[in-house]
């Protein structure tokens, strides 16, 4: 007979989150992974096959990652072996490693589950690999961040890649629906409240099933549900998962420019206040406008650095967060400015020559010969000062001879480009005469 602890959750370690005593039975009940475990998913025809390879699990906090690697050893038989990458070391590796092989000679296989995989170093990473080619254990490590960054190419090759989504509302809402079930209640909030509910889940099933154990919690049977703003008070809302040194700052560093560079200041704006919010500094947000505006807008608008370096100042003396203003100001500047990369592109094909073309000399017209020995070598001579020829344009080649002139800036015709663009075509038009 169940007593009032079982009943409550609690077991002789103590107290079970509602996250853990809903944890799905089989592979088809874990929700919002349709494309991994439904009817068609990888995972449901890995295990039609017969055969589960090593795998590693990416996807954000509360997706269901460690759930399916447990899972997947109950529904292949495989003896089910945990550990965090963050509290283990090289003696917790040997000892996992040394009790799979005597299991593998007693005729059992074993599912080693490493959780944050991507914490143990390269030598450690490449302590696995014996182990996964020989079929001593399989591997199934669960990451957060980008495993093409993290991991190591060896054991990346030994292992399958599969995503894991960030919840979505229907599975959030599903998720709900279970927690209805085994409360045998409704959840007591309104119908805008469950809205801003699954809203500060940001896709974390775990999390967002501790919000809801809260409010079962908070709201006692039969009270009035809550509304939007009673619902704010009753649970501690997070700040949005970010971490500076993980690949979703980068992600949304990528949005943020490549929706400046496609002019969408809206776009712009949504990543740019989505960094803010989370906690990023915004000096760095800073820098990284005043390059959007040099690689993006450059001379079809010079402006824009302008503005650019306009917000860093005005940040620097305003301070949070008034300041964040001006750099909203310099964001939709910037991507509503008319673009070019005609500079960017030039100095890249520049540099490369530079690099290929080595200690080449610059013609000796433009050398100055400051010595007897040097004017008697012609440095200098047969310079032409340009202000003193007609257009102020001598049309002399200032490439190394051994060279011949080369063009790498091509502007466009767009902006303040388009005028430089008239200026060039002039000044090749009466190089051409005057040569």
Sequence with gaps: MASLFDAGGVTKEGPRPLADRLRPAKLSEVVGQDHLVGEQGTLTRMLASGRIPSIILWGPPGTGKTTIARLLAGETGLVFEQMSAIFSGVAD????????????????????????????????????????????????????????????????????????????????????????????????????????????ADGDGRYFLNLVEEIFSAVPEGAEPLNSEALGKAVSKRLPLYDKAADGHYNLVSALHKSVRGSDPDAALYYLARMLSAGEDPLFLAR????????????????????ALAAKDTYDFLGSPEGELALAQAVVYIATAPKSNAVYVAYKAAMNRAKETGSLAPPKIILNAPTKLMKDQ???????????????????????PEMGREKYYDPVERGFE??????????????????
């Excluded at 450059?298 to 402006?303: F, I, N, W």
């Design 288 to 307: 990284r406008i005043v390059r959007m505006a040099i690689e993006d807008v450059g001379l079809a608008d010079p402006e824009a650095v302008k503005q």
């Design 378 to 400: 012609e440095y200098g001579s047969g310079y032409q000062y340009d202000h003193d020829q007609p257009d102020a344009f001598s049309g002399q080649n200032y490439f190394p």
């Design 418 to 435: 388009r005028d430089v663009k008239k200026r060039l075509e002039f000044w090749s038009k009466l190089r051409k005469e005057r040569q």
């Design 93 to 200: 590796l040997k000892k996992a490693f040394e009790q799979a092989k005597m299991r593998r000679e007693q005729g059992r296989a074993t599912l080693l589950f490493v959780d944050e995989i991507h914490r143990f170093n390269k030598s450690q990473q490449d302590s696995f690999l014996p182990y996964v080619e020989n079929g001593t254990i399989t591997l199934v490590g669960a990451t957060t961040e980008n495993p093409s960054f993290e991991l190591n190419g060896a054991l990346l090759s030994r292992a399958q890649v599969l995503v894991l989504d960030r919840l979505d509302e229907g599975a959030l809402n599903a998720l709900i629906a279970r927690a209805e079930i085994y409360e045998k209640r409704l959840l007591p909030v309104d119908t805008d409240a469950r809205v801003a509910l699954v809203n500060m």
